[in-house]
């Protein structure tokens, strides 16, 4: 019996060709475009410079060889940016690392319970808002300090000082910023292979020259020694472990719900393996403990870091370990080019970055399916409370709004034209709820007159079947005539019968072998009976003709 001794040998050729000709470039491309947003991102956050860094290199080495997704890249991210500023605001710096490990260890814990997939049962519309909502945010925040001035502690404060600080504008800090957004909003019309260099770093390198060359002092980044000097454990809390708690559930679930549907989106990109949700929440909850443990910022899933990464042509998730291990270089061996970077130009790039999270096809989308008011109710929760309030009201109003629909029914009644008969029409969910609605329309028969009843609906409680049955049986004795026709899954007959069930779709090869199925009673008569029921209201207008031919 012969083995093919080759095979193995040549799978391992082919996986280093496929990460020397694939992942290697990708991942130098990705990490072009990680560096200048990490360094923006901590600097957005109010954390320690080196903390975004950190981030990165954590993001990208722990999650690449843990995670779930083969093409996703992990770092700091901009929906986290202001429950973090919020974390540290409130418990400082050592506790909001701390508040990460236990986000971290949370995380883990979800991806351990199979509940990933939970996450993604948020309406999307909340999270669409929920990214704008921060995207505002951040770019309020960054327009003071591209104004040469400093961001305050709530959007509403940002917003009513936004005049003051614009009538002492710091225009070496100002020219800088606006040269950078400007780069970054026309780099996609840039012709030829320029267009292959990272936008983002090109507008920081452009931003950082220019401010070499001003006769003005731009403020620039300060980061004291390499990366390893930075790290530092964290601290645990002094009290109020309660608030602690909570701060940790927020981000625990925030970057868990920005990475899972990150790792959907890259899923769409590609054709190569899916991604395991719960294995990936286990990478980005170890991750985080890490982060957190050495004195970085939270990491999740980065949707442009990722569609960067695919669209480079990463082929495995080498690429990501990579740009982990091409951060981790440069902050070490170049920090001295990090603490040229002006805060201005970090500024405008957070600001386009910002705006790029309102999208107006997210916003067309909840105008056409009716969820705006969701849409919008959330972005405004989310800019002027907090990020986890704003979630929440915005759930609220998308569940109530779904209760609303699933629940609602439409009755009219009116006279058929050319005849002496009543249509009353019920559609949709018909529970009591609909009984203030079912009695008005049903009083407007007039007594006497022959009715025919259409339903159409897929759910009937005791109390609608009793208001309309008592209003049908009042209607015989006083004269009139009623008919049911029923075209819905939900009967008449049935509510009586057990707890109202939501009725299954029929379809017209069931009415046609349903004589055949049944076992009791006159099968060729009930069917005859069914179809009558549900049919001779639509023929008998065309018989009416007939007749007068």
């Not at 705006?372 to 109003?397: K, Q, S």
Request: glycine share 12%; charged share 15%; with cysteine.
């Amino acid at each position: 019996m012969s083995r093919d001794t080759d095979s193995p040998p040549g799978r391992t050729v082919g996986r280093l060709d496929s990460l020397l000709r694939h992942d290697l470039p990708a991942s130098l491309v990705v990490f072009l475009v990680a560096l200048p947003l990490s360094l923006g991102i901590a600097v957005a956050s109010g954390a320690p410079i080196a903390a975004g860094l950190i981030a990165a290199v954590v993001g990208g080495i722990v999650v690449g060889l843990l995670g779930g997704s083969p093409l996703q890249v992990s770092g700091p991210a901009a929906g986290l940016t202001v429950v973090v500023a919020e974390t540290i605001n409130q418990f400082g710096w050592k506790t909001a690392c701390f508040i990460t490990v236990l986000a971290g260890l949370l995380q883990i814990l979800f991806g351990l319970s199979r509940i990933a997939r939970a996450a993604l049962a948020i309406a999307p519309v909340v999270v669409h808002a929920m990214l704008a909502g921060i995207g505002i945010t951040i770019a309020l925040q960054q327009l003071h300090v591209l104004l040469g001035g400093s961001s305050h502690s709530s959007a509403w404060q940002n917003l009513i000082q936004l005049p003051g600080e614009l009538s002492s504008i710091h225009g070496d800090d100002f020219l800088v910023g606006v040269v950078v957004m400007a780069i970054m909003f026309g780099w996609k019309y840039v012709p030829g292979k320029l267009k292959v260099l990272p936008g983002p770093l090109v507008a920081v390198v452009v931003g950082t020259g220019l401010s070499l060359v001003l006769p003005g002092a731009p403020e620039r980044i300060v980061l004291s020694g390499s990366l390893f000097d930075a790290i530092g454990l964290p601290g645990l809390p002094s009290g109020n472990w309660g608030a602690v708690v909570l701060a940790a559930l927020t981000i625990a679930l925030i970057a868990s719900v920005e990475s899972l549907l990150s790792a959907v989106a890259v899923d769409k990109m590609h054709t190569g393996p899916r991604t395991n949700f719960d294995r990936e929440l286990i990478g980005q909850g170890a991750a985080n403990m890490i982060s957190g443990g050495l004195g970085g910022l939270p990491v999740t899933g980065v949707i442009v870091r990722s569609a960067t990464n695919v669209q480079a042509g990463a082929r495995s998730r080498a690429s990501a370990l990579l740009h982990g291990v091409w951060i981790l270089v440069f902050s070490v061996a170049l920090v001295g080019v990090v603490q040229q970077i002006p805060k201005s130009a970090l500024a405008g790039l957070l600001i386009v970055v910002g705006i790029q999270l309102v999208k107006l096809a997210h916003i067309k989308m909840a105008r056409r399916t009716g969820d705006l008011l969701v849409y919008l109710v959330t972005v405004l929760g989310v800019v002027f409370l907090n990020l986890l309030e704003g979630v929440i009201i915005g759930l609220a109003l998308a569940f109530g709004l779904l209760l609303w629909r699933v629940v609602r029914v439409s009755v009219t009644a009116g006279e058929v034209a050319g005849t002496d008969r009543w249509l009353v029409s019920i559609d949709g969910t018909c529970t009591f709820l609909a009984l203030p609605k079912l009695s008005s329309e049903l009083a407007k028969v007039p007594a006497r007159a022959d009715v025919l009843i259409e339903l159409s609906v897929d759910f009937l409680d005791h109390a609608a079947y009793e208001a309309i049955h008592d209003w049908a049986n009042q209607h015989e004795n006083t004269g009139g005539t009623v008919e049911y026709v029923e075209l819905g899954t939900a009967r008449m007959a049935h509510a009586l019968t057990g707890p109202p069930v939501r009725g299954r779709a029929r379809t017209l090869l069931d009415d046609v072998l349903r004589p055949w199925r049944e076992d009791e009673g006159n099968q060729i008569t009930q069917g005859v009976a069914a179809f009558h029921r549900r049919n001779a209201h639509v023929v008998r207008p065309h018989l009416d003709e007939l007749r007068d031919v």
